[in-house]
């Protein structure tokens, strides 16, 4: 297989995206990376670290190289200011914006194979005068693509969201049969074709407590997520629920489960996170390019120091490999 060639997005300045640049930096790699930054940032950062770099420029035009330990491809992308560690500022969101839009292009295009990003900070970003809700709905956007699915996976735990970053007061107006109906698709057809399972078991949350109990806590899951799932369960689908969140992450039940579907953000990922810290990826479904993340934020208490986890960052970019890998069997 020829070298491919990955974009990375280090996320906000401010926060922990340049050590984990420099985690990136210390193993050699399969694939070329591509780090879209401020090269004085990353430099910057090695320096406080008392880090030895070598900063590579990117050539669009070159063949794709493996990428070797010691140094970082960049591509220049310029801060509106220099970037204090722990601080956010939000003169430089619009150059967060900016390295996400060069990745979405460049993987649209085909110049990249995947795009791997790191942290970013929402408030900034939306008080930097850009609406932004995450990285998930701008990649969806700039790739023109109604539905895409947030999907977090550690070993062992598959976690997917119906819905993804909304108030949780608009939650229960957003579980529709139509977009669970979407959502599930997605999911189930991704499974099938990113993950190879020929026939995956999907585990669904109910909405309300004891998934509504009867309806006498909330009539979501007897008007609308039953109705829907019967509807998929026709299609040939394999889906248990909805189950009530509390109980449904089990042992028994993660051993049984190819994904758990969540009806919002906060439902499973706590569980996810609790047990996958350091090994866990978030994957959007639904895009025409491939995408991972590291699975926390911006960590800016721990921005210029050297106590950062990187695990999820090198899950991520592994799990961007073999999802090429994948594509291209
Ligand atoms: N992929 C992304 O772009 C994500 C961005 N965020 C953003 O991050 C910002 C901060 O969110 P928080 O809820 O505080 O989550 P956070 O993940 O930044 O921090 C939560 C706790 O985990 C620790 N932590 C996080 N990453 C770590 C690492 N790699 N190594 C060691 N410790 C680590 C932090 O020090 C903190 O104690 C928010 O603006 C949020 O929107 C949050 C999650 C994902
Ligand atoms: N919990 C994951 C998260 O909030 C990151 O979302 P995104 O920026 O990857 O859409």
């Known amino acids: 297989m020829s070298c491919k060639r990955i974009a990375i997005t280090p996320g906000e300045p401010a926060g922990i995206g340049p050590e984990l ?10 694939v070329e990376l591509v780090v879209l930054a401020d090269p004085a940032l990353i430099q910057a950062r090695a320096e406080l670290l008392g880090r030895d770099i070598t900063l590579l420029p990117y050539r669009q035009q070159a063949k794709p190289v493996p990428q070797r330990a010691g140094t970082l491809t960049i591509e220049p992308v310029t801060l509106a200011k220099p970037a204090v560690p722990g601080v ?3 003169a430089n969101g619009l150059y967060v914006l900016e390295t996400l839009k060069r990745a979405s292009d460049g993987n649209m295009s085909g110049e990249f194979d995947a795009v791997v990003t790191g942290p970013v900070n ?19 956007q700039q790739a023109n693509v109604p539905d895409v699915v947030m999907l977090l996976a ?10 993804t970053h909304i108030p949780l007061a608009y939650v229960a107006r957003a579980i529709t049969e139509e977009r669970l109906t979407k959502i599930t698709r997605i999911l189930h057809a991704e499974l099938k074709s990113k993950f190879g399972l020929a026939n995956p078991r999907i585990y669904v949350c109910g909405l309300n407590p004891h998934a509504g109990e009867d309806g006498h806590l909330g009539r979501e899951e007897l008007d609308i997520i039953i109705p829907a799932l019967n509807a ?10 909805p189950l009530s969140s509390d109980t449904v992450f089990n042992e028994k039940n993660m051993k049984d489960a190819d994904a758990f579907l969540a009806m919002y953000h906060d439902q499973g990922l706590p569980v996810l996170k609790y047990i996958g810290f ?11 390019f491939i995408r991972t993340s590291v699975d926390h934020g911006t960590a800016l208490e721990l921005a210029g120091t050297d106590q950062i986890d990187a695990g999820s960052m090198l899950c991520a970019l ?3 490999i073999e999802m090429i890998e994948k594509r291209d069997e």
């Open 232 to 241: 998929l369960r026709e299609e040939g689908m394999d889906l248990v629920g």
């Open 278 to 288: 350091g090994k866990a990826v978030n994957i959007t479904l639904g895009l025409p």
């Open 21 to 30: 640049m420099l985690a990136l930096s210390d193993l050699d790699w399969p």
């Open 154 to 163: 550690t070993p062992g735990l598959r976690v997917a969201q119906v819905t």
């Open 88 to 90: 956010l500022d939000e």
């Open 318 to 320: 592994n799990q961007a």
């Open 122 to 140: 929402k408030g900034i970003i939306n008080k930097a005068g850009v609406s932004f809700s995450g990285h998930t709905e701008f990649f969806a």
